[in-house]
């Protein structure tokens, strides 16, 4: 069977994609980069959507807390660069709404590839199965520093994340 991880990879990046969308959001309308409410909710979203895609509910928050913590360090690097005119800002601009309808429309997919890495997560060679899958992405996909670290950021400690 084919690894499911290349999948889930996917999907955590496209959403550290969004990140710089939201800090162009956030650039402009001068909020916060955290948003504890918001954070909440999106905790509470996938607790409860968890079940119905085969995994638990804290492990899905664990997860998705990765997620929002590596979401938040793209951002903040990104507006340091801006702040210090390292780096460009992105052209469009994108209401923070549409980004979190966005956001959120990549939770089923994202619990669907924690759901299919259960077994994965499991077996004694998650860490090389892991680190080959990352390679494979990175070389693929080629992220910036950034968007690299924030990725490893996500990651967390995948394999010992429980079903
Ligand atoms: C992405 C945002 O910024 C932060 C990161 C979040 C996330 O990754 O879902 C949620 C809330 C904020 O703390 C946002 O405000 O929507």
């Known amino acids: 069977a084919p690894t499911p991880l290349p999948a889930l990879l996917d999907a955590m990046a496209q959403r550290l994609t969004l990140a710089d969308q939201v800090a162009r959001s956030k650039h402009d309308s001068g ?11 999106v905790l509470q979203d996938v607790a ?3 079940p ?4 638990s509910p804290a492990t899905a928050q664990t997860f998705f807390a990765a997620q929002m913590e590596a979401n938040k360090l793209v951002q903040y ?15 469009s ?9 966005q956001l959120n429309e990549l939770q089923a997919r994202l ?6 890495t259960g077994e994965l997560r499991a077996a004694a060679d998650c860490p090389a199965q892991l680190e080959r899958a990352l390679a494979a992405h990175l ?16 990651l967390g400690d995948f394999c010992t994340l429980p079903r």
């Open 31 to 41: 909020k916060p980069v955290l948003d504890e409410a918001r954070e909440r909710q």
């Open 48 to 50: 409860q959507a968890a």
């Open 52 to 55: 119905a895609a085969s995994v």
């Open 77 to 91: 690097g990104l507006l340091q660069a801006w702040r210090r005119n390292e780096q460009p800002l992105p052209a």
């Open 93 to 101: 601009t994108t209401d923070l709404t549409a980004l979190r309808t």
């Open 111 to 116: 619990l669907g590839g924690l759901a299919a």
């Open 139 to 154: 070389a693929a996909a080629r992220p910036d520093d950034l968007h690299r670290l924030a990725l490893v950021r996500a």
